[in-house]
């Protein structure tokens, strides 16, 4: 009897240890890697800081230079930089966005301005502010922090986009675990897919009724949230079926191995993509979790801009998904028959009894 419960024990300490493992190792001590920095204005007002900035922070910031405080701003609110240094400001610049109400601002603004847009991150754009928070401090300089694409007032905390994203996660693996756990084979392929493309739909619609209409949390387009949610849920399902014909019973830690402990540093929701660990870094764009929540956060800021190829990655993890289960069905189908042929024992004509 020892035997078989430290069998079904092994499991949730697996899942204890593959939590805390892969959390802690790439959580516990956040440190940049190349986190996108600008600096704008005129190549004797940026030279000197763009060199001082570059010896100071090393791999762990790129900082680059344009001519105007437009072409800065464009970059911010592109998401192609995390944020944009003005050393001279026009009274123009100074009223670009809103004022910050993360950093302390100035009474009189008369120094450097600040470029951000908490809506990428506000902890990516805490981490780029940094180092010119630093230097602003060291030449006794007030600087002015504007954030061109603020977080909603009802989402504060930036973790909204996050949660949902989590929710239509789970909705996702825990819905293909659950069928095969209880229907097992008496359910087929078909039946199965149908089921949870049905299933997609009311997960997605559930997750945008609490996390829109009912709280407020997550805003916009809800065709565009409902298809990011169906397409989250059949992206995860379509992957989890595939690893249930391999792993079996240990089917959901395999599935939230991958699909929640790996892929929630790696996606950039929970910490900037660019503290993560360069193993966890090259999984950024290839699990749904970073589409998820990429969409989602599109959806919610920027209008949906750039959200194609968050569809196109999910769309191909449940294209791929199917397609490599319908392959090792019809393998595994042809190699028992072929094993049933070979082992079949051909039935002996009965010679006749010669007669007397």
């Given at each position: 009897m020892t035997r078989p419960i430290v069998r079904v024990l092994l499991f949730p300490l697996a899942m204890a240890a593959l939590l805390v493992g892969i959390y802690t190792a790439a959580m516990h001590?956040?440190?940049?890697?190349?986190?996108?920095?600008?600096?704008?204005?005129?190549?004797?007002?940026?030279g000197p800081p763009t060199a001082s900035l570059r010896r100071a922070l090393g791999d762990a910031y790129d900082v680059s230079t344009v001519t105007s405080a437009d072409q800065a701003r464009q970059l911010v609110a592109h998401r192609a930089v995390a944020a944009a240094y003005i050393p001279a400001p026009t009274p123009a610049d100074r009223s670009a966005g809103t004022a910050s109400t993360t950093f302390a601002q100035p009474p009189h603004p008369d120094g450097p301005v600040l470029y951000v847009a908490s809506a990428a991150g506000a902890a990516r754009a805490?981490?780029?502010?940094?180092?010119?928070?630093?230097?602003?401090?060291?030449?006794?300089?007030?600087?002015?922090?504007?954030?061109?694409?603020?977080?909603?007032a009802h989402d504060t905390s930036d973790t909204s986009t996050m949660y949902?994203?989590?929710?239509?996660?789970?909705?996702?693996?825990l819905s293909a675990i659950m069928l095969a756990t209880v229907?097992?084979?008496?359910?087929?392929?078909?039946?199965?897919?149908?089921?949870?493309?049905?299933?997609?739909?009311?997960?997605?619609?559930?997750?945008?009724?609490?996390?829109?209409?009912?709280?407020?949390?997550?805003?916009?387009?809800?065709?565009?949230?409902?298809?990011?949610g169906w397409l989250t849920v059949m992206a995860l399902a379509m992957a989890t079926l595939f690893l249930s014909r391999f792993c079996g019973r240990m089917t959901p830690l395999a599935a939230v191995g991958v699909f929640m402990f790996l892929a929630m540093p790696a996606s950039g929701a929970a910490l900037p993509i660019e503290t993560m660990p360069t193993p966890i870094r090259a999984l950024h764009d290839v699990l749904p979790l970073t589409s998820t929540s990429g969409s989602l956060r599109q959806i919610m800021y920027f209008a949906g801009d750039g959200i194609s190829r968050y569809w196109l990655t999910l769309a191909l993890w449940t294209i791929t998904g199917l397609a490599l289960t319908v392959a090792y069905d019809a393998i595994k189908a042809r190699r028992a028959g072929h094993q049933c042929d070979t082992t079949a024992v051909p039935r002996q004509a009965a010679e006749p009894t010669p007669s007397r």
């Amino acid at each position: 009897m020892t035997r078989p419960i430290v069998r079904v024990l092994l499991f949730p300490l697996a899942m204890a240890a593959l939590l805390v493992g892969i959390y802690t190792a790439a959580m516990h001590a956040p440190t940049p890697h190349h986190l996108k920095i600008a600096i704008a204005g005129a190549p004797a007002q940026t030279g000197p800081p763009t060199a001082s900035l570059r010896r100071a922070l090393g791999d762990a910031y790129d900082v680059s230079t344009v001519t105007s405080a437009d072409q800065a701003r464009q970059l911010v609110a592109h998401r192609a930089v995390a944020a944009a240094y003005i050393p001279a400001p026009t009274p123009a610049d100074r009223s670009a966005g809103t004022a910050s109400t993360t950093f302390a601002q100035p009474p009189h603004p008369d120094g450097p301005v600040l470029y951000v847009a908490s809506a990428a991150g506000a902890a990516r754009a805490n981490l780029a502010a940094l180092p010119f928070q630093s230097a602003a401090a060291q030449q006794h300089q007030f600087l002015q922090v504007r954030d061109l694409v603020p977080l909603s007032a009802h989402d504060t905390s930036d973790t909204s986009t996050m949660y949902a994203s989590v929710g239509l996660t789970l909705a996702g693996y825990l819905s293909a675990i659950m069928l095969a756990t209880v229907f097992g084979t008496s359910l087929t392929r078909r039946r199965t897919v149908a089921t949870l493309a049905a299933f997609g739909a009311v997960a997605a619609t559930a997750v945008w009724l609490i996390t829109s209409p009912i709280l407020g949390a997550v805003h916009g387009s809800a065709p565009a949230i409902l298809v990011t949610g169906w397409l989250t849920v059949m992206a995860l399902a379509m992957a989890t079926l595939f690893l249930s014909r391999f792993c079996g019973r240990m089917t959901p830690l395999a599935a939230v191995g991958v699909f929640m402990f790996l892929a929630m540093p790696a996606s950039g929701a929970a910490l900037p993509i660019e503290t993560m660990p360069t193993p966890i870094r090259a999984l950024h764009d290839v699990l749904p979790l970073t589409s998820t929540s990429g969409s989602l956060r599109q959806i919610m800021y920027f209008a949906g801009d750039g959200i194609s190829r968050y569809w196109l990655t999910l769309a191909l993890w449940t294209i791929t998904g199917l397609a490599l289960t319908v392959a090792y069905d019809a393998i595994k189908a042809r190699r028992a028959g072929h094993q049933c042929d070979t082992t079949a024992v051909p039935r002996q004509a009965a010679e006749p009894t010669p007669s007397r």
